[in-house]
């Protein structure tokens, strides 16, 4: 498959790029052999190979999400300098 100047200006087009001449001819040479290579690549004889989507395994590193108790309110608002009702008070922001 073999990209032309034509899809490279719709491309620029669509990524908000203005090309020169040099440039059209440049990345349409380049596109193209990318896609040659994606081609023949495309060719190999997969069969037996399992899909894979990461190349190491996955492994959670978050702990479990297990119920604990909580900090006394009393304990977390000692140092709040402003509180109401087992609340954290804080300055208006809005006017």
Do not use: W
Not at 49 to 64: C, E, F, S
């Amino acid at each position: 498959m073999s990209i032309t100047k034509k899809d490279v200006l719709h491309a620029a087009d669509l990524a908000r790029l203005e090309l020169t001449a040099e440039e059209q001819d440049l990345y349409t040479e380049q596109l193209s052999r990318i896609l040659n290579y994606v081609e023949k690549l495309s060719e190999l004889d997969t069969t037996g190979i399992a899909p894979t989507t990461y190349t190491v395994p996955l492994k959670t590193v978050m702990r479990a999400d297990e119920s604990r108790p909580s900090l006394p309110h009393e304990e977390a608002l000692s140092n709040a300098p402003d509180s109401d009702k087992d609340c954290f008070k804080v300055p208006r922001i809005i006017e």
